[in-house]
């Protein structure tokens, strides 16, 4: 989200009749294909965008927020946000930290984030190997399915002290889930992993999640 508007939203609040105030706002992209028995089963894809506001009138406190960034949907925000302010209690822990506390350009490189983004396909494939490794786990007689994920998600924060920092992030995931056993002596489970790095993925097959974690328990 443009710091700009986080920027705009902070000025308003304090306009308002905030004393301080802080802004966030998040963007968020996902996908998710699922597998069962060989066959494709769901394929759900996911984009939000939200904004959230702090507003700080002495030491009381609200906090509001939306997703709908257009100018009256933000003025009613903000109004709403100070006026739930007012009737707030006291706490003698609310406001912004104080300056000395910020961390300050350059920020460090968390490596948290990974621009790769898979396709569906490449998703469904990484699900159908995963699936067929439960499957293929001796004792096994039925599958709950398999699925394959990615997402990214970003965040920009920006406070009336002057503050403005930007955090983004990645996660990358496969799973499956089986069924051993039959009748009465059934039993269910499965194994997952998750990475921020796609590269960091380990392929989906019994021998490589052993080596990483131990056998499969189905």
């Not at 009749?17 to 069962?36: F, N, P, Q």
């Not at 460090?108 to 469904?124: F, H, I, M, V």
């Not at 499957?135 to 039925?142: D, I, L, Q, S, Y």
């Not at 992030?169 to 997952?192: L, P, Q, T, V």
Request: hydrophobic letters at 40%; aromatic letters at 6%.
């Amino acid at each position: 989200m443009d710091p700009a508007l986080l920027e705009h939203v902070v000025a308003k609040a304090v306009a308002a009749g905030a004393d301080a105030a802080e802004a966030v706002g998040a963007e968020r992209r996902s996908l998710t294909v699922t597998v069962r028995l060989g066959k494709l089963e769901e394929v759900e894809r996911e984009e939000s965008a939200d904004l959230g506001l702090r507003v700080f009138i002495g030491r009381k406190q609200a906090v509001v927020s939306g997703s709908d960034v257009s100018p009256a949907a933000l003025e009613r925000l903000v109004e709403r946000a100070v006026a739930m302010a007012r009737l707030a209690p006291e706490d003698p822990y609310a406001g912004l930290a104080e300056p000395e506390r910020l961390a300050r350009e350059p920020f460090p490189d968390l490596q948290l984030y990974d621009p790769a983004e898979p396709s569906a396909a490449t998703l469904e494939e990484r699900a159908r190997a995963a699936e067929d490794a439960a499957r293929a786990v001796p004792g096994v007689t039925n599958s709950e399915g398999g699925s394959a994920s990615w997402g990214e998600s970003a965040w920009s924060f920006v406070t009336s002290a002057g503050f403005m920092g930007r955090h983004r992030g990645s996660a990358f995931s496969i799973s499956a889930s089986a069924i051993a056993g039959e009748g009465s002596g059934m039993e269910r489970g499965g194994e997952g992993r998750s990475t921020r790095f796609q590269a960091d993925l380990p392929p989906p097959t019994p021998s490589a999640l052993r080596r990483d974690a131990g056998p499969w328990r189905a």
